[in-house]
């Protein structure tokens, strides 16, 4: 099975602030990464998919890079509602796996 | 609109078994890949099982012999049957569904609002 280990597990940030989250795979997955929001007591949310590409909807401040086996979402400014909980996923291979989690708050 | 709302969460005894559903309306379930994810308390996402309109499934390795995923094409449903219980099945169950885009797909796109599975004595 593939791992995807996220870091940081949590940051505290400001209004304004650039923040990034790195997914690290076990094994080479191409571009095969989804980036999640998650608030508490609600679904998650589809950010990014194909590792870059961003969802309909999402704001343009909101941006994914890499490939192969590391990953980066980036917040270039950060916004009230961004504090939340963000996911990578893999859909690489079966079993599809997340990453632990970064729960991102405010400073 | 794409919606999904699961049911059938319950309070279980280990052992015990329980089926969820989900009802997709806005679009047909059968000829759209639909998985489960799951999430513990206070815990992070952990994927199920999917369940491709093509037919094949697949589950994760804590679930693979215990948990069956399956379609109710007259209801426009996907189910979970989930046998076996233990307390580690204890989460909030989502119902998710892919949407194909041009050039690929999104994994997850749409998400039900989840049910919650409880399995203790």
């Known amino acids: 099975d593939i791992q995807m280990t996220q870091s940081p597990s949590s940051v505290s940030a400001s209004v304004g602030d650039r923040v990034s989250i790195t997914c690290r795979a076990t094994?080479?997955?191409?571009?095969?990464v989804a980036w999640f929001q998650q608030k508490p007591g609600k679904a998650p949310k589809a950010l990014i998919y194909?590792?870059?590409s961003l969802e309909r909807g999402v704001p343009s401040r909101f941006s994914g890079s890499g490939s192969g086996t590391d990953f980066t979402l980036t917040i270039s400014s950060l916004q009230p509602e961004d504090f939340a909980t963000y996911y990578c996923h893999q859909y690489f291979s079966y079993p599809r796996t997340f990453g632990q989690g970064t729960k991102l708050e405010i400073k | 609109d794409v919606q999904l709302v699961e049911s059938g969460g319950d309070l279980i005894q280990p052992g015990g078994s329980l089926r969820l559903s989900c009802v997709g309306s806005g679009f047909n379930v059968n000829t759209n890949d639909m998985a489960w994810v799951r999430q513990a308390p206070g815990q992070g996402l952990e994927w199920v099982s999917v369940?491709?309109?093509?037919?094949?499934?697949y589950y994760s390795d804590s679930v693979k012999g215990r948990f069956i995923i399956s379609r109710d094409i007259s209801k426009n449903s996907l189910n979970l049957h989930m046998n076996d219980l233990r307390a580690e099945d204890t989460a909030t169950y989502y119902c998710t569904r892919d949407k194909r885009v041009l050039g690929g797909l999104i994994p997850l796109a749409y998400w039900g609002q989840g049910t919650q599975v409880a399995v203790s004595s």
């Open positions: 194909a590792a870059s």
């Open positions: 369940s491709h309109s093509g037919g094949s499934t």
């Open positions: 094994q080479a997955i191409s571009n095969y």
